[in-house]
């Protein structure tokens, strides 16, 4: 039986491009408070894959301890307020670093927006979806995931 | 008077120095003009973008910089029918400002140069070959059918990737001009997996365009790689002579009315 496990991946120390995100937004009269990103990795598995999170984990291509945290998500789907920018026509990887991981069929990569209001609240839909339509997405080739 | 060629650098640009020496050599007025003063842009007749990781690529490749202060008057000229051209992330800029194909409003991308195929960077000499009737690029002036220019493409996103409509807009308004050839003009699979093969998107006035590979490393002998340069070994004169890729920058300066040497 087949699952998807999905990883976020974020950064401990700042986030130099979130933060340049943040600027163009604001250069775009787009209200943004502060930008959040964030790797996510999901993993198209045969079922019982023991200890995915430590594979996971020992790839540096993925997670640097140093510098980023790896948490599993509950959920295949972005959490509330979040948005995820995936490319249209990606062929889902089979390997890591030319490295294949027993048991994992397909990989695939987004990465997570939420933006957040000076309060560190969600910012309001209409809001989210402007920086999207002109910004964080190219629709030419990505697609945005709510 | 020599028309007057701006070259603008954004932070992480890399390509510029050699672009103005190109361009130099084909007898343009060519400056650079950094990312902290816009406006200086207002005083020249054409742009040139060159290549580089603009803002590192943050967010898209060429993404932060189309929408950056520098990209105003650029984009402004533009619509004024200026000429622009866009090389290697200079071009994805113009595909991320909607500049090319130019199908849909300034700012809103209808087509990008998204990451290659396998997602790898790729650095590999090649040629590319006008599709296009010469009369439909005046940005290039003086080329004769199917005109051929070697380069160089070293890129991690250069694939024109489009929705399938939007391809046969391309295909259909005469946007595809260049696609990716062997040394005798014949159609080869482009590196990156490009869609039709493109190397190169104009827009509908064939004033702005926006070209994938780099002339400007193909644009002197010292350039080369192997046999060809082996065969001028020693030979100084020789080793600075302009290659092919100078033939590009020529043709943007006889467009521009320039006096053309190299």
């Given amino acids: 039986m087949s699952a998807v496990r999905t990883f976020a991946v974020t950064l401990t120390i700042p986030d130099n491009e979130a933060f340049t ?5 604001a250069r775009l009269g787009i209200p943004v408070g502060r930008l959040v990103r964030a790797d996510v990795w999901q993993f198209e598995t045969d079922g019982g894959v023991e200890d995915l999170a430590t594979t996971v984990g020992s790839f540096e291509t993925i997670f640097n301890p140093n510098k980023h945290r790896l948490v599993e998500r509950p959920s295949d789907r972005p959490e509330p307020g979040e948005v995820w920018i995936a490319s249209r026509d990606e062929a889902p990887a089979t390997r890591v670093a030319g ?16 933006l957040l209001d000076e ?3 969600d910012v309001p839909p209409d809001v989210r979806a402007r920086a999207v339509e002109t910004f964080l997405c190219n629709p030419a080739f990505q697609v945005a995931i709510l | 008077m020599s028309a007057r060629v701006a070259v603008p650098v954004f932070p992480g640009t890399n390509s510029e120095d050699e672009t103005v020496r190109a361009l130099h050599a084909v007898g343009l007025d060519a400056a650079l003009v950094h990312w902290s003063r816009p406006e200086e842009l207002e005083r020249f007749d054409a742009f040139v973008l060159p290549g580089g990781f603009a803002y590192e690529d943050r ?20 619509q004024a029918g200026r000429f622009v051209l866009g090389i290697c992330n200079g071009a994805q800029i113009l595909a991320e400002a909607g500049l090319v194909p130019g199908d849909g409003p300034v700012g809103r991308p209808t087509a990008a140069f998204a990451p290659n195929a396998g997602g790898r960077f790729r650095s590999v000499h090649v040629h590319v070959r006008l599709t296009v009737p010469p009369a439909r690029l005046p940005i ?19 694939r024109l990737a489009a929705p399938p409509e939007e391809l046969d807009r391309i295909r259909q308004g005469g946007h595809l001009a260049f696609v990716y050839a062997d040394r005798e003009g014949r159609p080869v699979a482009a590196p ?3 869609a039709l093969d493109a190397a190169a998107l104009c827009n509908a006035t064939g004033t702005v365009l926006a070209i994938m590979p780099h002339p400007e490393r193909d644009a002197w002998t010292f350039q080369h790689l192997g046999a060809e340069r082996a065969a001028v070994h ?3 004169a020789a080793i600075l002579a302009p290659s092919g890729g100078i033939a590009f920058f020529a043709a943007f300066a006889r467009a521009l009315g ?5």
Avoid: K
């Fill in chain 2, 234 to 236: 020693g030979d100084t």
């Fill in chain 1, 21 to 25: 995100a943040y600027e163009t937004l």
């Fill in chain 2, 192 to 194: 990156n997996g490009s």
């Fill in chain 2, 140 to 158: 290039l002036g003086g080329l004769t059918a199917g005109a051929l220019f070697p380069a160089w493409a070293a890129h991690g996103d250069g």
């Fill in chain 2, 59 to 78: 967010v898209r490749a060429g993404a932060v910089a189309a929408h950056d202060a520098l990209m105003r008057p650029v984009i402004a000229a533009a």
């Fill in chain 1, 119 to 121: 309060s560190g609240a």
């Fill in chain 2, 258 to 262: 320039a006096g053309v040497a190299a």
């Fill in chain 1, 99 to 114: 490295r294949p991981i027993p048991g994992v069929r397909a990989i695939r990569r987004r990465t997570s927006w939420r």
